[in-house]
């Protein structure tokens, strides 16, 4: 249930009000609005009566929350999350570019691409250096060397780096390489991990898994907000349908379904939601003129010869055409980019 303190409530009051709250059995998370303050009480009470928290000194009103998700809902937290990681700004006005290789194969290869991504406006590094692979004798990624190599290439060219962690023992070395952990669609029901990675105080983006609904999609989100960890954004990168012109069916309706629903930023891989790059760009456009915060997009010097997902590469050029053809969609839906 969400709870609406008094404007001007005084914090003994405040105090009382989780003391009697936890005293119910509900664990409480706090949020402070434009004017009021507001707490997240969780806990599966169905025939709780709510009358027993509404009366209590410096209490405005008191909310049942239907949706499954508590602390990710729009009912928990009315103005949208925005996320800061250095100079990056991401879930405000500004639609940020995430953009790279889709592995770090060697340092040429990064920095080359980080100079790339760089010019044409990206504002964070992507790149893997653990790549979950269907194929065990696929390339699995450079591992510590990779990341080693990726944090260099984003300190070279001021930019903020985003990589993907796979297993719970791997977050304390990925945290020291790392701006942001990405959590692979594979691992979005990985609760281990979702509970891990509510630990750190670090941004956490949660792509959503190939067939997941956007309710179990949110409530993984809901692992690590539980979890602590307030700096959570979705990314929709394409589920698993019948189709197969394409790699995976690009669900855009999930942006605005999301800002309906959840005050979390969302972001649009079309890289993936695609696979093919001539699909890329007019997928891309599309996600910016439906609302999403930012664009993951997958950029190599010399896709023929990547290790992994060259077909689904951009060209240097067609990034550089794709980062202006956004600036120009964005100005005309009152956005920047």
């Not at 993984?220 to 960890?229: K, W």
Request: aromatic share 6%; net charge negative; glycine share 8%.
């Amino acid at each position: 249930m969400i709870i609406i303190l008094e404007k001007g409530v005084r914090d003994e009051q405040i105090e009382e009000i989780i003391k009697q709250a936890e005293d119910y059995g509900f664990s409480i998370h706090r949020s402070t609005g434009d004017e009021q303050i507001l707490l997240g009480a969780i806990g599966i009470q169905s025939n709780f009566d709510t009358r027993k928290i509404k009366i209590l000194e410096g209490v405005s009103a008191v909310y049942r929350v239907t949706e499954p998700f508590r602390l990710a809902s729009r009912g928990y937290k009315k103005e949208n999350t925005v996320i800061n990681i250095g100079d990056v700004i991401l879930g405000a006005n500004e639609i940020i570019t995430i953009a790279g290789p889709c592995a770090v194969e060697s340092e040429k290869q990064i920095m080359t691409i980080a100079k790339i991504v760089k010019d044409a406006g990206a504002k964070i590094l992507r790149g893997g250096a653990f790549k979950p692979r269907t194929s065990p004798y696929s390339f699995q990624g450079m591992e510590e060397e990779g990341l080693i190599l990726l944090r260099k290439a984003g300190d070279e060219f001021g930019l903020a780096v985003i990589t993907e962690v796979m297993d719970p023992t791997r977050v304390e070395l990925i945290y020291k390489y790392t701006d942001i952990f990405q959590l692979g669609s594979r691992n979005m029901q990985n609760f281990p991990l979702l509970r891990e990675l509510g630990r750190v105080d670090k941004p956490v983006m949660i792509k959503r898994g190939m067939s997941a609904t956007i309710d179990e999609w949110l409530m993984a989100a809901e692992y690590i907000l539980a979890s602590g960890n307030e700096n959570v954004m979705v990314c929709e990168r394409g589920i698993r349908t019948f189709e197969t012109s394409t790699r995976n069916t690009f669900d855009l309706s999930a942006i605005p379904v999301i800002h309906q629903r959840s005050h979390l930023p969302i972001i649009a891989d079309p890289s993936h939601a695609t696979g093919i790059r001539d699909k890329v760009i007019p997928m891309a456009l599309a996600a910016v003129a439906a609302g999403t915060d930012g664009l993951m997009v997958e950029v190599h010097h010399d896709p023929s010869s990547a290790m992994s997902d060259g077909p689904q590469s951009l060209l240097p050029e067609q990034f550089k055409e794709l980062m202006s053809q956004v600036r120009r969609i964005a100005e005309v839906i009152g956005r920047n980019a």
